[in-house]
């Protein structure tokens, strides 16, 4: 038997053993990884969405004895619905369970990946992650030259004069934009009170230059307030807890076959439709992975 393993053993035993025989207590902080594109998940480009990881962040703040909770973050975003719900997710359950939460950046932590690493006490990273991108983005293409020039007519019924809004297949609508990037902006003012409120007087940069979407690599972020130190899980909690400390990973739960437990059930998809999908998602989290040059 093994030193660690016989540590474990002992650590199990020990609410049973008389008090004078107990070994000294080893400090448990439990990690969980959320590593993709936020908001959409398929098997070619797995990724961060609310129903895949909220049972693995319940199990880990239900492990008994914790310290803290790690969360170990790389994402260059995605969905701000989907990152805001993971947010909320975190904090609901570190204030339910009363510990403190910490995260630690891979190589990037941008946008909504920045948001839900806004949902940890101290965030860490490595001295070349990055980090911010704190804006809102949307994109499509253009298509009415190409339909006129090979002489295809896009017919659309709606009832609704906005219902087709944004078509690609039609000219650019100047109003169309405007209604965009209200939206937008809406959004983004409330991505812009979340990171203010978590991180509150550290933020040492006026927002005309925190908040433009732009990134950084994390030592200049750092110097703006935006993270808290450098370093990986495992040294950073060493440093904090001791060179015992467990640091149990805490995954996505399987079946008794090996396979992970599904979030919700779908209806099957046609032939080759759903190959179609995972390709084209697969693509675009490519393309946004690429943004921040990784």
């Given at each position: 038997m093994t030193a660690s393993l016989a540590n474990r053993l002992l650590q199990r035993l020990r609410p049973y053993?008389?008090?004078?025989?107990?070994?000294?207590?080893?400090?448990?902080?439990?990690?969980?990884?959320?590593?993709?594109?936020?908001g959409f998940s398929t098997p070619l480009s797995p990724g961060i969405t609310m129903v895949g990881v909220a049972r693995m962040l319940e199990r880990a703040f239900d492990?008994?004895?914790?310290?803290?909770?790690?969360?170990?973050?790389?994402?260059?975003g995605g969905s701000a619905v989907q990152s805001h719900l993971i947010h909320r997710r975190i904090r609901?359950?570190?204030?339910?369970?009363?510990?403190?939460?910490?995260?630690?950046?891979?190589?990037?932590?941008?946008?909504?990946?920045y948001m839900i690493a806004c949902?940890?006490?101290?965030?860490?990273?490595?001295?070349?992650?990055?980090?911010g991108s704190i804006g809102v983005i949307g994109a499509t293409f253009g298509f009415d030259r190409l339909m006129e020039r090979i002489g295809v007519e896009r017919r659309v019924y709606t009832a609704g004069e906005r219902k087709s809004m944004l078509d690609p297949f039609r000219p650019e609508d100047p109003d169309d934009v405007e209604r965009l990037?209200?939206?937008?902006?809406?959004?983004?003012?409330?991505?812009?009170?979340l990171v203010k409120a978590r991180r509150g007087e550290r933020l040492k940069e006026p927002d005309d230059a925190l908040f433009t979407g732009e990134y950084w690599e994390?030592?200049?972020?750092?110097?703006?307030?935006?993270?808290?130190?450098?370093?990986?899980?495992?040294?950073?909690?060493r440093a904090r807890f001791g060179d015992d400390v467990s640091t149990p990973l805490i995954t996505a739960e399987r079946t008794l076959f090996?396979?992970?437990?599904?979030?919700?059930?779908?209806?099957?998809?046609?032939?080759?439709?759903?190959?179609?999908?995972?390709l084209v998602s697969?693509?675009?989290?490519?393309?946004?992975?690429?943004?921040?040059?990784?």
């Open positions: 053993l008389p008090v004078p025989l107990r070994p000294p207590e080893i400090p448990v902080v439990p990690v969980v990884r959320l590593t993709g594109v936020i492990v008994a004895d914790a310290k803290a909770v790690a969360i170990v973050i790389n994402s260059p609901m359950l570190a204030e339910d369970a009363g510990l403190p939460v910490l995260v630690f950046v891979e190589d990037v932590a941008a946008s909504g990946g949902a940890g006490d101290e965030i860490f990273a490595d001295p070349s992650s990055i980090i990037k209200t939206i937008q902006r809406a959004i983004h003012a409330k991505f812009i009170a994390a030592e200049r972020a750092q110097a703006f307030g935006l993270i808290d130190g450098f370093g990986d899980a495992r040294t950073v909690l090996g396979r992970r437990l599904p979030g919700f059930s779908a209806a099957p998809a046609a032939p080759g439709a759903g190959l179609a999908a995972d697969a693509i675009e989290a490519r393309a946004l992975w690429s943004r921040y040059g990784l």
